[in-house]
């Protein structure tokens, strides 16, 4: 099975800010990633697909980029509605979903 | 517009099926792979399994011996039942419908909690 280790686990930023989140795979996953915003109490939802393509209606504050086992997602000028849990989840070989990253505000 | 709505009992007991139906609408079963996922507090997001556009399905091999993920397309429905469970089963259960392999929408999830 293929292992995913997101960091940091929480992280706490500035509105206006840059925040970047990291994923780890166990092996390469060929671009074979996509990441999720979860809000408390809601589902996850999808902000991005095969690494970096930017799913309908997402924001371009958000991006993705990586290859092989490294990925990461960032997020430009930090707004309050961006405060949420993200997760990186692999599908190069079904599916596995990473810790999640709890992102507050300072 | 695409919607998904799980429906399942809020409690079941150790030992127990647990059996969640997820309603779909906006899109037909025959066209897209559903997906189940759930979230514990133990071990977050965990993939459950999924059946295909033509109906077949396949698991995770963690719940493979008490998973089952059928449907009925005439009346966009997809269902998954679990045996045997455990108080570690307690958790949000989702159906999500696949895009390429990414899941593009989710339903709302239900709360299941497993106790006497």
């Known amino acids: 099975d293929i292992q995913m280790t997101q960091s940091p686990a929480s992280l706490s930023a500035s509105l206006g800010e840059t925040v970047t989140i990291e994923c780890r795979a166990s092996?390469?996953?060929?671009?074979?990633l996509a990441w999720y915003q979860q809000k408390p109490g809601k589902s996850p939802q999808l902000l991005i697909y095969?690494?970096?393509s930017l799913h309908t209606g997402v924001p371009s504050r958000f991006s993705g980029s990586g290859s092989g086992t490294q990925y990461s997602l960032k997020i430009n000028s930090l707004q309050s509605e961006d405060v949420a849990s993200y997760f990186c989840?692999?599908?190069?070989?079904?599916?596995?979903f990473g810790g999640g990253t709890k992102l507050e505000l300072k | 517009q695409v919607q998904l709505k799980e429906t399942g009992p809020g409690l079941v007991q150790p030992t127990q099926t647990l059996s969640i139906t997820c309603t779909v609408s906006?899109?037909?079963?025959?066209?897209?792979?559903m997906q189940w996922v759930r979230q514990t507090p133990g071990k977050g997001l965990e993939w459950m399994g999924f059946?295909?556009?033509?109906?077949?399905?396949e698991y995770n091999s963690e719940f493979k011996s008490r998973l089952s993920i059928s449907r009925d397309t005439s009346k966009n429905q997809v269902f998954l039942k679990m045996n045997s469970l455990k108080t570690e089963d307690t958790g949000v259960y989702y159906c999500?419908?696949?895009?390429?392999?990414?899941?593009?929408?989710w339903g709302q999830g239900v709360m299941v909690t497993v106790s006497s």
């Open positions: 999500a419908r696949d895009r390429y392999n990414s899941f593009d929408y």
């Open positions: 906006g899109f037909s079963l025959t066209s897209y792979y």
């Open positions: 059946i295909r556009s033509g109906g077949s399905t």
């Open positions: 092996e390469d996953i060929y671009n074979g």
């Open positions: 095969n690494a970096n």
């Open positions: 989840q692999q599908y190069y070989n079904y599916w596995t």
